[in-house]
């Protein structure tokens, strides 16, 4: 193949300015904005960062009860849209209660006014890739009981009945995590909500 001759005024390019400006190789970053446009655009998603980002910005506990399905415009406008969010039973009363403070979130994270409203879909999410460990077996009633006259008798020495409780809670639960693995709430003792 012959080589294209340059003018006098014209920079010689090398290999690698010659096949970047005839379409040879890329990053495969600068071409993901391309590619995954018209993917995401059928599904109402025009913004990915919302999928990819979906925990960061909504935060754990939300993002493990929600996702977002999809973003609906108006024809011909990008500010604005509805959010659509599949939402496990029990959880849209409380993503009601959450909505302006979960909008502030998303538009922050996009950077500008993309979502004015949510609206919830009730359903199973798909689910989840890894569970989480295994609780920790409790302890056995004997070991329980042991644990917690050796906390008494270390918090016996507060005056105050609220805080020698509280002590006793703590004192318990710290213990048995210790032992188990897992944290366990105080038996006998009052719990405060």
């Known amino acids: 193949m012959a080589q294209?001759?340059?003018?006098?005024?014209?920079?010689?390019?090398?290999p690698i300015e010659r096949a970047t400006r005839l379409g040879g190789p890329r990053s495969l970053a600068s071409l993901m904005p391309r590619l995954a446009r018209p993917a995401l655009g059928k599904r109402g998603l025009a913004e990915a960062s919302l999928m990819t980002d979906w925990a960061a910005i909504a935060g754990a506990e939300i993002?493990?009860?929600?996702?977002?399905?999809?973003?609906?415009?108006?024809?011909?406008?990008?500010l604005d849209g509805t959010l659509h969010l599949k939402v496990e039973s029990g959880w849209a009363l409380a993503l009601q209660h959450w909505e302006p403070q979960l909008l502030e979130?998303?538009?922050?994270?996009?950077?500008y006014k993309a979502v004015a409203r949510l609206k919830l879909h009730q359903g199973p999410l798909?689910?989840?890739?890894?569970?989480?460990?295994a609780p920790a077996p409790p302890l056995d009633p004997a070991r329980r009981a042991a644990l917690?006259?050796?906390?008494?008798?270390a918090v016996a020495?507060?005056?105050?009945?609220?805080l020698r409780a509280a002590a006793a809670r703590l004192g318990l639960a710290l213990l048995a995590r210790d032992e188990t693995g897992a944290s366990m709430?105080?038996?006998?003792?009052?719990?405060?909500?």
């Open 4 to 14: 294209k001759e340059t003018s006098p005024g014209e920079p010689k390019q090398g």
């Open 63 to 78: 993002a493990g009860h929600a996702l977002p399905e999809r973003l609906d415009f108006a024809r011909g406008a990008r």
């Open 105 to 111: 979130r998303i538009n922050g994270s996009l950077g």
């Open 126 to 133: 798909p689910a989840r890739k890894d569970p989480g460990p």
């Open 148 to 153: 917690e006259a050796e906390i008494a008798a």
């Open 157 to 162: 020495s507060l005056e105050d009945p609220a």
């Open 185 to 193: 709430p105080a038996r006998g003792v009052k719990q405060d909500p």
